[in-house]
């Protein structure tokens, strides 16, 4: 009989004092962008891929015509400095559909991660305004009162009320159960666009807090196309409007 959930995992050697980063598609695809990154410049190692029902019932066409089936996905890389952290990365093609799948998958993963050893998992997403910020800023919350501290020393705005959803959510709220840690961190967005700005901030807090070396020219350069793109939207905006004003006559 096909389990809903389906691991496929390779060989992986002995990481040391992993931290799990999470990240799956949501409004402005931040944690996509995000973890995508973090794979590319950090040339992380396929460790496995789940397929799964609770995920969405469609396949996605490759470059060459041919049909592939929704999945997640596991890598892994290795800190040459061996005073600090490997890390395990999650992403993957959907959210699941149903909110049983949310907590299956959720504590799929928070199974895997201790089983590599892993004790600090990250989730990180979007932080929806509904408008457009000149001057972004991450939003997080912790499992426990140290690590929101050492957030708001990396200048992380605390998410004092509301909540977290999905396994945005999930994953680190089962390690919290768990006694592991779990921390969000989330990109202030509009919530009307595909948003590398946002996933540039999360980065950078990353960067800060795991002491990572990687290079984000690329996605400063999609940051800076979406900032000239908005800013000549606003002066059409602010010059018909001014064309407007000076054609009425009352």
Do not use: C
């Amino acid at each position: 009989m096909r389990e809903r959930i389906e691991l496929h995992l390779n060989e992986a050697p002995k990481l040391h004092n992993p931290i799990l980063i999470a990240g799956l598609p949501d409004s402005g695809r931040v944690a996509k962008i995000v973890l995508d990154h973090l794979i590319k410049a950090l040339n992380a190692i396929p460790l496995g891929y789940l397929h799964s029902d609770y995920l969405p019932p469609r396949v996605l066409l490759k470059s060459d015509g041919t049909p592939e089936l929704m999945k997640h996905e596991f890598y892994y890389w290795l800190n040459t400095d061996q005073t600090s952290h490997d890390l395990v990365l999650y992403t993957g093609d959907a959210q699941p559909i149903l909110p049983e799948g949310a907590f299956r998958l959720s504590d799929a993963v928070v199974n895997l991660a201790q089983q590599l050893g892993v004790e600090t998992l990250v989730t990180v997403g979007a932080f929806i305004t509904g408008r457009i910020s000149d001057n972004p800023k991450v939003y997080g919350a912790a499992s426990e009162t140290d690590l929101v501290k050492e957030l708001q020393s990396l200048d992380v705005q605390i998410i004092n009320s509301g909540a977290v959803t999905w396994m945005n959510g999930l994953i680190p709220g089962l390690a919290k159960v768990r006694n592991l840690k779990g921390l969000f961190l989330s990109g202030e967005t509009s919530g009307f666009m595909v948003d590398p700005r946002a996933a540039m901030i999360i980065l950078r807090v990353l960067v800060r807090k795991l002491g990572l070396q990687i290079e984000m020219k690329e996605l400063e350069e999609q940051a800076k196309e979406i900032d000239d793109a908005l800013k000549k939207g606003s002066e059409k905006a602010s010059s018909e409007g001014q064309l407007h004003k000076s054609k009425y006559v009352g």
